[in-house]
């Protein structure tokens, strides 16, 4: 059964991670997802962590896509998007606020060509204010956003999140702003702009810590936890490795000692209740941290979940990739990939019991589909070898 974005097409010209990752989800979901690049090298993200002949990082963003080849410093190839335009539901792109603008490809152009039109834009840094017109990546818009300054330990330096967190939910928040679009367009029957930024993305996924900065709590480094959580919600080390608990509150503390094997502390006036607790949490954790240390992560979470506390094990990526929840649940499955053969990679995190997407093995060689997309859009195999000859396609 078809997807639930089946019939969608995106007209997708964006690059690296945010704008890509984002497509990526509308073609999970099952849209015709049209990726057009400049030809000879197509979006730089294809040359990034190359194993096999294959790019990890244009796997993980592009599989399930076509391939175009499309010159936009080239006429012709500004004219064959405007002859693709009104074909297609969604155009979305993360180039700097003005570019496609200037070639005459923004959105009051593409919006006369069709109306219904989704224009999507993601930008680094929002399409208004000082900073609009210059680059950024994942890095920058942490470190502006203030999310590095809550990153690390209290005297330490400022770091960065481990992963590309800022591109991911710049890219979640594109994708969800197409999808609301279309859902709109289908009440009103008109198209729109909808624009987001990383940026902004990275503000937004800080809401409650920022709100809380803003109504008077001082700022601190989360270290181990959290900077604004009055509870246990803190990494400890075991004998082999690191464990998480989290969210221990009043109901969960009695149990929580006889887990730990520290029955005392469910009297101990310091920490009697939440409340003193929270007062207290850097004594307590002094004496957590030494409990922890006299038993591996596997014995941890057994007899944590045995007492029904929230805990995980600080996994690697070997370990991620064996977890039996990521695999019965598909997160991490496995497809036949044309050129590497068998391989794992990474699914989604949703599912639809009536429209089920389904994960594609492969991102497309640049240009793959260009003639493919180009007969579809009713050009004629005379006006595809004129393009090429003119370096348009």
């Not at 690296?16 to 849209?31: E, I, R």
């Not at 591996?296 to 094990?313: F, G, K, N, R, S």
Request: hydrophobic share 45%; charged share 20%.
């Amino acid at each position: 059964m078809a997807g639930p974005l089946s019939g969608v097409r995106v007209l997708d010209f964006t690059v690296f991670q945010q704008g890509p990752q984002a497509t990526l989800v509308m073609a999970d979901k099952g849209a015709d997802v049209i990726k057009l690049e400049p030809p000879g090298f197509g979006d730089l993200g294809r040359f990034l962590q190359i194993h096999g002949g294959v790019s990890a990082y244009h796997l993980a963003h592009n599989r399930g896509k076509r391939s175009v080849t499309v010159n936009l410093k080239n006429e012709a190839g500004i004219e064959l998007v405007r002859r693709l335009a009104p074909g297609a539901d969604v155009f979305v792109h993360n180039f700097r606020p003005g570019v496609m603008e200037r070639l005459g490809l923004g959105y009051d152009d593409v919006r006369k060509l069709n109306e219904r039109i989704i224009y999507a834009h993601a930008s680094g840094w929002g399409a208004r204010g000082p900073k609009a017109t210059h680059p950024a990546f994942d890095i920058a818009a942490q470190a502006r956003a203030g999310l590095m300054s809550m990153t690390g330990e209290e005297d330490g330096p400022p770091f960065p999140a481990g992963v590309a967190i800022a591109d991911y939910i710049g890219a979640m928040n594109l994708a969800m702003a197409v999808i609301a679009a279309l859902y709109a367009r289908e009440r009103t029957g008109f198209g729109q702009k909808v624009e987001t930024s990383l940026f902004g993305s990275q503000i937004a996924a800080q809401a409650w810590e920022l709100q809380t900065y803003i109504m008077g709590r001082r700022r601190r480094k989360s270290g181990r936890g959290h900077a604004y959580l009055p509870t246990i919600w803190r990494t400890f080390r075991t004998a082999d490795g690191w464990a998480v608990v989290g969210g221990v509150g009043d109901d969960r503390w009695p149990a929580f000692c006889a887990a730990v094997g520290m029955p005392e502390l469910e009297q101990d006036e310091r920490f009697a209740n939440g409340l003193a607790r929270a007062n207290n949490l850097a004594e307590l954790y002094a004496l957590l941290d030494d409990r922890f240390a006299s038993k591996t992560t596997a014995e941890w979470i057994a007899v944590l979940e045995a007492h029904d506390m929230i805990c995980a094990p600080v996994q690697d990526y070997e370990q991620l990739l064996a977890d039996p929840q990521a695999l019965e649940n598909e997160y991490i499955l496995e497809r036949e990939h044309p050129s590497a053969g068998r391989l794992p990679v990474v699914g989604f995190p949703w599912r639809f019991s009536e429209t089920p997407a389904d994960v594609a093995p492969a991102a497309p060689e640049l240009g793959q589909h260009t003639e493919e997309v180009l007969l579809e859009a009713g050009l004629s195999w005379d006006e595809i070898t004129a393009l090429r000859e003119r370096g348009a396609i």
